[in-house]
């Protein structure tokens, strides 16, 4: 949380702070969209974890790599992190975020694990799992994720925190279990071609609501489709697909709850020729209906910047 506390405030932020149990330091935030800001370091032993409820939370990695959390989404960053920058888009950025000294925290996180096995959670082992993705790990677990949203939507907003925290334990104790692999550290890529692949994305993000294809971004970047498939991974942590279905289906969340566009012109917008197809993709992101999304979160002013 010590890089949240950074972002710059603005009117209508919302960032409230409760301690659950010794060592963990519980952070319920919503914040207009923003940046790019400077985050802070963690100290020596801590780690944390950013669930992302809605919006987008984007952080820049020192290596060149960068990383966007999306709706659904867990971030797990540790001390050895070398972040950036860091920044908010698509109206507003929602979530948890718990704070953890693993001194203080292990016998906590010993007592909630002792009814699972004879095996603690062992955190030195997942301070070795976050080393090795360099300091920092998303994770996609989509069981998970849809079991802590539908959870949410029964939970009072003040529950929602220490349930978060009772769900991160059991996330932990199954990553360290499996010894927990997101993706491979990759290979190394120059500045140029870093950059050359960043405008690829950029291109992308502003012609989303066109056809894209690797062949087509390919040629108009004179890339060969292998590595541009490869950098964009390594940078971006999803394919090239992936990322621009996401980013659509965010955006056009971001137009459902902010404007009274009908759910076709939404999906035409973001590049979705009817409502078929677009509802399904929302429905399997959001874990409900571009119609239940808008009844949800529906009538929140634009702020800020929405993509």
Same mark, same amino acid.
């Given at each position: ?5 950074t ?9 409230v ?10 952070c ?10 400077? +985050? ?8 944390? !974890? @950013? ?25 797990l ?20 975020a718990?704070?953890?000294? !693993?001194?203080?925290?292990?016998? $906590? ?26 300091? @920092? ?25 220490g349930?978060? @925290? ?18 491979? +550290? ?5 500045p ?7 405008? @690829? ?6 012609? =989303?609501?066109?056809r ?12 060969? +489709?292998?590595?541009?498939?490869a ?7 999803? =394919? $090239? ?5 996401? #980013? ?16 076709l012109?939404?999906? =035409?917008? $973001?590049? #979705?020729?009817g ?17 239940q999304?808008?009844?949800? #979160? ?10």
């Open positions: 949380m010590e890089y949240l506390e972002c710059p405030r603005q009117p209508g932020d919302r960032i702070f409760s301690g659950p149990a010794p060592g963990i330091r519980l319920d935030c919503d914040f207009a969209a923003g940046g790019p800001f400077a +985050p802070g370091r963690l100290g020596e032993g801590r780690f944390e !974890a @950013v669930f992302c409820r809605s919006g987008r939370l984007t952080l820049a990695l020192a290596a060149g790599r960068s990383i966007a959390l999306g709706p659904g989404e867990m971030l960053v540790t001390c050895g992190a070398r972040l950036t920058k860091a920044g908010f888009s698509f109206g507003r950025f929602s979530g948890l718990a704070g953890i000294e !693993a001194e203080r925290a292990g016998e $906590v996180f010993a007592h909630a694990c002792a009814v699972l096995s004879d095996a603690p959670l062992d955190l030195g082992k997942l301070r070795e799992i976050l080393q090795s993705h360099g300091g @920092v790990m998303r994770l996609r677990e989509e069981d998970w994720n849809a079991g802590v949203f539908a959870a949410f939507r029964q939970l009072s907003p003040d529950r929602q925190g349930y978060f @925290v009772y769900k991160l334990i059991e996330l932990l104790y199954l990553l360290c279990g499996r010894g927990g692999a997101e993706l491979p +550290p990759g290979c190394y890529y120059d140029y071609q870093v950059e050359a692949v960043r405008k @690829v994305q950029a291109y992308m993000v502003a012609h =989303s609501e066109e894209l294809t690797i062949a087509g971004l390919t040629r108009k970047f004179q890339l060969s +489709p292998t590595f541009l498939k950098c964009f991974r390594q940078l971006y942590g999803e =394919s $090239v697909h992936a990322y621009l279905q996401r #980013y659509r289906l965010q955006r056009a969340a971001y137009l459902l709850a902010t404007t009274r566009d009908s759910v012109t939404v999906a =035409s917008k $973001v590049g #979705y020729a409502t078929s197809r677009f509802g399904a993709a929302f429905k399997e992101l959001y874990h409900m209906t571009p119609a999304y808008r009844r949800v #979160y529906g009538g929140r002013r634009p702020e800020g910047n929405e993509g």
